[in-house]
């Protein structure tokens, strides 16, 4: 499966974006998907995750309340909708998937094998 991940801009804290990892090449249904992001100078962290079957969510705390991921297979997508945007949410975000990622592996990014190209997400102060 290729992914490609789209949406991100240079927005103001308190603003909202939609970021969209789009899959071609396979069914994105039968798939896990995760969203990570990197930072100037930090290690990749994982973001949010979504289940394949169950299309249980789940979140790292700092963007829990923030942060939706959701799924549209029939279109197959993965969105990411951002809302109230901090500076500290400025990094690249990456959107990966794999069809045998375990739930207790859901945060591991070496659990995904395949991974978008990253899309640049700056919010300003």
């Known amino acids: 499966v290729q992914l490609q991940a789209f949406g991100g801009g240079l927005v103001q804290a308190g603003d909202s974006l939609r970021l969209s990892c789009t899959a071609s090449g396979d069914t994105f249904s039968g798939y896990v998907v995760g969203w990570f992001r990197q930072a100037p100078g930090k290690e990749r962290e994982f973001v949010a995750g979504?289940?394949?079957?169950?299309?249980?969510?789940s979140y790292e705390d700092p963007v829990k309340g923030r942060f939706t991921i959701s799924r549209d297979n029939a279109k197959n997508t993965v969105y990411l909708q951002m809302n109230s945007l901090r500076p500290e949410d400025t990094a690249v975000y990456y959107c990966?998937?794999?069809?045998?990622?375990?739930?207790?592996?859901?945060?591991?990014?070496?659990?995904?094998?395949?991974w978008g190209q990253g899309t640049l997400v700056t919010v300003s102060s």
């Open positions: 979504i289940r394949r079957n169950t299309g249980y969510t």
């Open positions: 990966a998937a794999d069809r045998g990622v375990i739930v207790s592996n859901t945060r591991n990014s070496r659990a995904y094998k395949n």
